[in-house]
């Protein structure tokens, strides 16, 4: 079982970037998926959740009208589109994969990628 994040970098405040988590070693239509993110000094924070049928998504208030997460089940790939990204979107990224339905509570999550930085700054 693996989970790949990838699409990270360094971005200017405004701008966007997209987030790509290849997931194999498991079907991926069973589970649904979360995305987190860990500023330095920061507790782990949820960002989004994706139902394992796509048509439901979660996202905190903080990235509300901001991100939008979406997966192809044929791709076995999840992402994570951010726009109009702010200075306190740096953090690393991480997606998880959960076999019930969508939670803030990562500790219920069953597998996890090992994360991709995103920086935004001038």
């Known amino acids: 079982v693996q989970l790949v994040e990838s699409g990270g970098g360094l971005v200017q405040p405004g701008g966007s970037l997209r987030l790509s988590c290849a997931a194999s070693g498991f079907t991926l239509d069973y589970h649904a998926f979360g995305w987190f993110r860990q500023a330095p000094g920061k507790e782990r924070e949820a960002v989004s959740c994706i139902s394992t049928d796509g048509i439901s998504t979660t996202y905190a208030k903080s990235v509300k009208g901001r991100f939008t997460t979406s997966r192809d089940n044929a791709k076995n790939t999840v992402y994570l589109q951010m726009n109009s990204l702010k200075s306190e979107d740096t953090a690393v990224y991480y997606c998880?994969?959960?076999?019930?339905?969508?939670?803030?509570?990562?500790?219920?999550?069953?597998?996890w990628g090992q994360g991709t930085q995103v920086t935004v700054s001038s």
């Open positions: 998880a994969a959960i076999i019930v339905g969508c939670t803030d509570d990562d500790e219920l999550f069953d597998y």
